[in-house]
C-alpha cells in the first residue's frame, strides 16, 4: 500500500489505503470492514503484530492503521450487521467499503413510488445512468469522519474524491458501532 498519497490528516491517509487494497482486489467484492488503530500505539503495545504488518520500522509514523476484520456475512443486511459489533477500547476508529450503484441526482424525479426493496435495486441496477462505485468510509470514536469514492468508469488513484460528508449515512452506522 505505499502508493498512498500522502493525505493532510491520518484519517483521510487511511481511507485512501484502504480504498488502494480494495482497487488492487478488482471489482465485484464483498463489503470489507475495518478497525483502525493507533499505529504507535499498536506497535508498542502489539510488537510482534506491528513486525508483521511491517509497521516496525516507521518509528515516526503517528497514523491510523487498517486491520481488516472476518468477512461480513453476505446473507444479513449490511444496516442489520453493523448493528451488532462493538468494538474494544484499543480501536480508535472503524473503516468500511462497500460497492454499490448509484444514480445522479437528476435521475430522483424518474424513481417510480411505492416500489419494494428489490424491486427498486432492479430499477437502478436496469437504469441507463447508473454508475458502479465504491465507498470507502471512516469515522473515528470522536466522530470524526472521511470517505473516499471510485467510480468504476474512472477507475483510476488520481480519481478519487474524499471529504467527510460524501455518504452520511454509512458514516452514522459506523458512529453508531462505537456508543454504548
Known amino acids: 500500500m505505499s502508493n498512498t498519497p500522502m493525505a493532510a490528516n491520518p484519517l483521510t491517509?487511511?481511507?485512501l489505503e484502504i480504498d488502494e487494497y480494495a482497487s488492487g482486489l478488482g471489482w465485484d467484492?464483498?463489503?470489507?470492514?475495518?478497525?483502525?488503530?493507533d499505529t504507535a500505539q499498536l506497535r508498542t503495545q502489539e510488537p510482534a503484530l506491528a513486525a508483521q504488518l511491517g509497521l516496525e520500522e516507521e518509528p515516526g509514523n503517528a497514523g491510523l492503521t487498517p486491520i481488516e476484520q472476518d468477512e461480513?456475512?453476505?446473507?444479513?443486511?449490511?444496516?442489520?450487521f453493523l448493528g451488532t459489533i462493538a468494538w474494544p477500547d484499543a480501536v480508535a476508529g472503524c473503516a468500511l467499503t462497500v460497492e454499490?450503484?448509484?444514480?445522479?441526482?437528476?435521475?430522483e424525479a424518474q424513481v417510480p413510488q411505492g416500489l419494494s426493496e428489490q424491486k427498486l435495486a432492479k430499477w437502478v441496477a436496469e437504469h441507463p445512468d447508473r454508475q458502479e462505485v465504491r465507498?470507502?468510509?471512516?469515522?473515528?470514536?470522536?466522530?470524526?469522519r472521511e470517505s473516499a469514492l471510485r467510480l468504476r468508469e474512472k477507475d483510476s488513484p488520481t480519481e478519487v474524491l474524499t471529504g467527510p460528508d460524501l455518504v452520511p449515512g454509512l458514516a452514522q452506522a459506523l458512529s453508531a458501532t462505537f456508543e454504548d
Open 13 to 15: 491517509r487511511a481511507v
Open 29 to 37: 467484492q464483498p463489503a470489507r470492514l475495518f478497525a483502525l488503530v
Open 72 to 80: 461480513i456475512p453476505a446473507d444479513r443486511p449490511l444496516d442489520e
Open 100 to 107: 454499490r450503484l448509484m444514480l445522479p441526482p437528476s435521475a
Open 135 to 144: 465507498m470507502t468510509v471512516a469515522v473515528l470514536r470522536d466522530g470524526t
